[in-house]
């Protein structure tokens, strides 16, 4: 299935829909940008996995979430500065071969991801 990722609002207990999100490439420093979207209805990506199963590589890559706006727009009273701006997360595929699912569990205050299946 490739790579793909989910988000889940914690604060409301339900997906992220509209939630501003991107995907990079890395090589060490320098990440470079692959995609930009914005979460759909069930809080994923309105295209279906970032990455087919085919052109997932080995290497290592960067998912950015905009918690800040994101809150802000369901009418979230956030602190100037935000807790929580973006969310990064950066991580490895090793086998390509294999599916890698990244969600995130967020609030305003905090979040959690691990790897999915």
Not at 15 to 32: D, F, N
Not at 49 to 72: C, E, I, N
């Amino acid at each position: 299935m490739g790579l793909s990722t989910h988000v889940l609002d914690t604060m409301h207990g339900c997906p992220a829909a509209g939630m501003q999100a991107a995907l990079y490439t890395r090589q060490g420093e320098q990440a470079t940008l692959v995609k930009r979207f914005t979460l759909n209805a069930d809080g994923r990506n309105p295209d279906g996995p970032l990455y087919d199963h085919a052109s997932l590589r080995v290497g290592t890559y960067r998912l950015v979430f905009d918690v800040k706006s994101y809150f802000a727009a369901r009418g979230v009273v956030l602190p100037e500065p935000a807790f929580l701006d973006r969310v990064a997360i950066d991580f490895g595929v090793a086998d390509p071969t294999q599916h890698y699912h990244v969600p995130l569990l967020v609030s305003p205050w905090s979040y959690s991801t691990y790897r999915g299946s």
